[in-house]
């Protein structure tokens, strides 16, 4: 039996609508919080050109925003901690552009009930603002067009599968 990975998704990727789109199945999740890190909302101009490259093939443009979360002392970060396999893991670094945008790395989170779990995440290790971290429980899940994001997930998701097969 394969192992199970624990994630920590944040921004669109704690909502199940995106993660049921990029994993292909409904999963269960539990609300989850990441203590000293900041959640911000980063415009398209501050997205490294290789990853804006990519973005401008996919029809995004100067609007696209994207949430990040970066160490951020004090504050903390609301998402959900989902239970997956390695391969769809790997579908979300994917999704995610891995190590030429997203660093995945290994954070500890607290749940409702228990406190330090260690678990899998995507952050971008600097990130200097004068913004404000958002703070809140509840935010806006989709900060582009849902129905978009919904359909490049399970584009993404194909496209990986597909190369596996081959």
Known sequence: MEKKIFYFGYGANA????IEALLGRKAKGKKAILKDYGLFLQSFSEVPSKAQSLLQKCGWGKTFLSYIITPCKGSVVHGTLWEMTSQERAII????????????????????????????????????????????????SF?????????????????FLEKRVH
């Open 93 to 140: 670094g994917e999704w995610e552009l891995h190590h030429f945008w997203y660093i995945p790395i290994k954070v500890r989170i607290d749940t409702k009930n228990k406190k330090g779990i260690l678990v899998q995440t995507e952050i971008i290790p600097q990130y200097s603002t004068d913004k404000k971290p958002i703070i809140k429980e509840k935010y806006s």
């Open 143 to 159: 900060p582009n067009a849902k129905t978009k994001m919904l359909h490049l997930a399970r584009k993404v998701r194909k496209e």
């Open 15 to 18: 909502y199940p609508e995106m």
